[in-house]
């Protein structure tokens, strides 16, 4: 079964920081690969999709980028609003799992 | 504005079955597919399979096969999620989306459903 694997796990940084987070696949997904931010109590909200397009109304300190297996999440400087948790998921085909999460949390 | 508003929280016995609801405003289910991901209490998200609005096709979660059912009527642009045999790991909030036929990407979400499987 293909599966998602995001790194780090966790991470601490201050507002005003680049953060970045990574995503792997374990076959090949093109750019087939979206990201998802959420915070405690709440539905997730689509932030990036296509591996690199930005969601209509979404910051533009968020950007991302890769294809095939490896893939990137960068958010340039930190908001306070960002801390949350994100996630990567596989968009195309069947089945479309998402990786475990990264949270991000307030050093 | 889109907006998917899903039924209200359900306590279950373990082995009865669950139906949650989400239901869209206007035709915002026409030709996108509906997926269903769940989160158990402070885990991650899982996705559990999809259904074309349009087609009624599905695709579902492999360790789900067998206890879960996915349906649409559109007529009320209501989807629906039938998990059975229920266990106690399968305790969680449980949310619809809308996805894009292209790009998958889950656009609009539902609040939320918790379902709760205790004896």
């Known amino acids: 079964d293909m599966q998602m694997t995001q790194s780090p796990s966790s991470l601490s940084a201050s507002v005003g920081d680049r953060v970045t987070i990574t995503c792997r696949a374990s076959v090949n997904i093109n750019s087939c690969l979206n990201w998802y931010q959420q915070k405690p109590g709440k539905a997730p909200k689509l932030l990036i999709y296509?591996?690199?397009r930005l969601q209509s109304g979404v910051p533009s300190r968020f950007s991302a980028s890769g294809s095939g297996t490896d893939f990137t999440l960068t958010i340039t400087s930190l908001q306070p609003e960002d801390f949350a948790t994100y996630y990567c998921?596989?968009?195309?085909?069947?089945?479309?799992?998402f990786g475990q999460g990264t949270k991000v949390e307030i050093k | 504005q889109v907006q998917l508003v899903q039924s209200g929280a359900e306590v279950k016995k373990p082995g009865a079955s669950v139906k949650v609801s989400c239901r869209a405003s206007?035709?915002?289910?026409?030709?996108?597919?509906v997926t269903w991901v769940r989160q158990a209490p402070g885990q991650g998200l899982e996705w559990m399979g999809w259904?074309?609005?349009?087609?009624?096709?599905?695709s579902y979660a492999q360790k789900l096969q067998g206890r879960l059912t996915m349906t649409t009527d559109t007529s009320t642009n209501t989807a629906y999620m039938e998990l059975r045999s229920l266990r106690s790991d399968d305790t969680a909030v449980y949310y619809c989306?809308?996805?894009?036929?292209?790009?998958?990407?889950?656009?609009?979400w539902g609040q939320g459903t918790l379902v709760t499987v205790s004896s």
């Open positions: 998921q596989q968009s195309c085909g069947r089945p479309r799992p």
């Open positions: 989306a809308r996805a894009s036929s292209l790009t998958g990407d889950l656009d609009y």
């Open positions: 296509a591996a690199s």
């Open positions: 206007g035709n915002a289910f026409i030709n996108y597919y």
């Open positions: 259904i074309s609005a349009n087609t009624g096709d599905t």
